[in-house]
């Protein structure tokens, strides 16, 4: 129910107390009895902080009433000791002490003869000061004589409450609806009203009701819904008073309460809430309490959740969320407050690294879970122990917390015989030396050929730590690189190649391995590297197309075999790279080797084509572009341009490869789709060496 007055408004009984404290100090200040009632009324309530807080606000405002006088007479002083290296000090100085006694005793005549035109009627001082002092006619001779008011002669006039004063102030077409706040504010509700009725007032603050115990106008503001009232009550830590009904039905809902909770997180207002009953289960939007507050970053009132609902359960799904939405706090204290047989670990723990939230690894083994545990990376399709996982994504701090809490590596589907030296190997390139015997000799053939069944991510791991411990590949029998092809992990040769230098020989012997392994050709030489079988292809074309093998082809193109042959369809291998493989490493060591990247298939068409179709990475291109690689630019700018790719663009434009009129002549309908669709395209055709006043129509 709104209402037009601050007068009209009732006053709940609930705000009683604040309204007769609010009355008994106000009413001081006309009765000279100040100073007595604020004593007696903090003695009363110095144990309640929040009353006694805003009684000393009250207090504060009503000693600036007290002493508005004084304190103008000291701006006064202020006012002229600007002055005081100027010639018109002593005469300003001394006509303020003729004038001021003259508006004090309202002298109008004779302050008119002392005001001649040479005073300065747009000086604040002296309107002020009849506005303090209540002097209605000398007021109005100065506002006839052009004596200008500011802001503080209007707030002035409301303070002390002169209603004669306030009405000649209007007349001057004054808006006091922008001083409703000083009416509010120093209890002048009658004042208010009146501006109320005849302003529009648009920025009422509730709290300032509140600061100076105006209990009527905080009611106003609450029937009237201005600014969110009761919620004020919350900031200003009154509780109770922000959660009871107040009349005529307002009141904060569950729903407002929960949302103004989450957005202060003021956790006193948290307990006060959830120990009166106020918030329950049903103030909650979701029927997933838990899920709710994790994904609103609450995890505090999740703990209040589970001490207040106890019947609430919180399950291995909520346990998920803390840990996608990396909610450590929440996550570590419900481990410590449901019982273990209640928790799935197993299924957190592949939550943990399939999130890649190592942290909670640790927490989860420091509550219970095995050290020895296994693990399964869901993209990879891949299954580690514990300590596998932590050395193929190289995690350090794991690596350590996992042995020395006894963590040992996955070895059962190892041969016995080798298993010893296996574990060992992996202890001495982690530096993590085990106790054994002195004469223990590890065998890094044994060990390479057991670490070939673990998963690449961490044989790729390993054969980094290999190379940097100076472990030498080239074992006693046989070399990594011809053992990876033995054992068909043709993944990790391209590894091996990066890291490791092999000799020539040991290079040819794999190749030939290899092509015997595939049955491509009856392959005995390394001078049958460039065979080509029925359907033209020769063995790099081969392992490209199968996409199998792709990580041989670095080894092929060392070993000198061909990569400008031809198939009987006049595929290029750079041209089945594009077709057939995603490998962006192998499409560069192509584009750098071949030496016709333009050439075209059977069917015209060439690797920048298939390039586009398949919408390959645009790193290709910008290495291509930045290395100034001859291709047909125009196409793919056009391509850049329709896919948005502003690196691309930027890129041909850095370098100026492409002119305007190549891409008008080209293909116009994407060049209008760009300028109008992209980012402002005129960037790009602004090349200093290029004229366009010829081609200016075609654009368009």
């Not at 004042?191 to 603050?205: F, G, P, R, T, V």
Request: glycine share 2%; aromatic share 14%.
């Amino acid at each position: 129910m709104a209402f037009q007055t601050i007068s009209e408004c009732e006053i709940p009984e609930s705000m009683h107390k604040l309204s007769t404290i609010s009355e008994q100090l106000w009413n001081s200040f006309y009765n000279v009895k100040f100073n007595q009632v604020k004593i007696e009324l903090l003695e009363k309530y110095q144990s309640d902080y929040l009353i006694a807080e805003n009684i000393r606000n009250c207090c504060n405002l009503i000693k600036s009433l007290i002493s508005i006088e004084g304190t103008f007479k000291e701006k006064i002083d202020y006012y002229l000791w600007q002055y005081r290296y100027d010639s018109r000090y002593h005469e300003l100085k001394s006509l303020y002490s003729e004038l001021l006694p003259l508006i004090d005793n309202n002298c109008l005549e004779e302050f008119i003869s002392k005001v001649d035109e040479k005073f300065n009627f747009d000086d604040h001082i002296l309107i002020n000061y009849a506005v303090i002092k209540g002097n209605e006619n000398i007021l109005r001779y100065l506002m006839m004589n052009g004596a200008k008011a500011n802001d503080e002669t209007y707030k002035y006039a409301i303070m002390l409450g002169n209603i004669e004063t306030i009405n000649l102030l209007a007349e001057s077409g004054h808006d006091f609806g922008l001083n409703i706040n000083t009416a509010i504010q120093y209890n002048k509700n009658e004042i208010a009203d009146w501006i109320l009725l005849n302003y529009d007032c648009h920025n009422q603050h509730p709290e300032l009701c509140l600061d100076s115990l105006n209990i009527k106008a905080f009611c106003y503001c609450i029937y009237n819904n201005i600014e969110y009232p009761l919620k004020k009550l919350l900031d200003m830590k009154f509780f109770d008073l922000a959660t009871i009904s107040i009349n005529h039905g307002n009141k904060l809902t569950p729903s407002e309460l929960l949302y103004f909770i989450q957005s202060k997180e003021n956790h006193e207002i948290n307990k006060y809430l959830f120990e009166k009953g106020i918030i329950t289960k049903q103030s909650f939007p979701s029927c997933d309490i838990y899920q709710y507050i994790i994904e609103k970053s609450y995890s505090k009132m999740a703990l209040l959740c589970f001490k207040y609902f106890p019947d609430l359960e919180f399950t291995n799904d909520h346990f998920k969320a803390c840990i996608r939405y990396n909610k450590n706090y929440l996550f570590w204290k419900m481990l410590d407050n449901i019982p273990k047989e209640k928790i799935n670990l197993q299924s957190l723990l592949d939550s943990a690294v399939n999130n890649n939230k190592s942290q909670f690894l640790l927490s989860l083994i420091s509550k219970g879970c095995p050290v020895n545990s296994f693990i399964t990376i869901f993209k990879e399709n891949t299954t580690y122990n514990l300590l596998e996982y932590s050395i193929a994504y190289y995690n350090p701090d794991l690596i350590g917390f996992l042995v020395r809490n006894g963590a040992k590596l996955d070895v059962f589907d190892l041969p016995k015989s080798i298993r010893k030296s296996y574990y060992s190997a992996i202890l001495n390139l982690l530096n993590l030396k085990e106790q054994t015997d002195s004469a223990f000799i590890i065998d890094y053939e044994l060990f390479f050929i057991a670490l070939l069944q673990k998963p690449n991510k961490f044989i790729f791991s390993i054969i980094g730590l290999m190379v940097k411990n100076g472990i030498n590949l080239n074992f006693k029998n046989e070399t990594a690189l011809s053992l990876a092809i033995e054992y068909q992990n043709y993944s990790i040769i391209e590894a091996l190649m990066n890291n490791f230098s092999f000799d020539e020989q040991d290079k040819k012997l794999a190749f030939i391995k290899f092509t015997n392994q595939v049955n491509f050709g009856n392959v005995t030489s390394i001078d049958h590297i460039n065979f080509q079988d029925y359907l033209g292809r020769n063995i790099l074309h081969y392992v490209i197309e199968s996409d199998s093998y792709t990580g041989i082809a670095k080894l092929l193109i060392d070993l000198g075999v061909d990569v400008n042959a031809k198939t009987n369809k006049n595929e290029t291998p750079l041209i089945l790279a594009a077709r057939y493989s995603r490998d962006s490493n192998l499409i560069n060591l192509l584009i750098e080797k071949t030496t016709d990247i333009n050439a075209s298939d059977i069917n015209n068409t060439s690797f920048i084509d298939y390039f586009i179709e398949n919408n390959l990475d645009e790193k290709i291109i910008l290495n291509m572009i930045k290395k100034e690689i001859k291709f047909d630019y125009t196409h793919v700018m056009n391509w850049a341009i329709y896919r948005k790719n502003k690196n691309v663009i930027s890129a041909f434009r850095n370098k100026k490869m492409v002119y305007p009129t190549e891409l008008m002549m080209h293909n116009s309908h994407q060049m209008y789709y760009a300028m109008h669709d992209v980012y402002d395209i005129y960037d790009f055709l602004e090349f200093d060496d290029y004229d366009d006043s010829d081609d200016s129509d075609d654009f368009y």
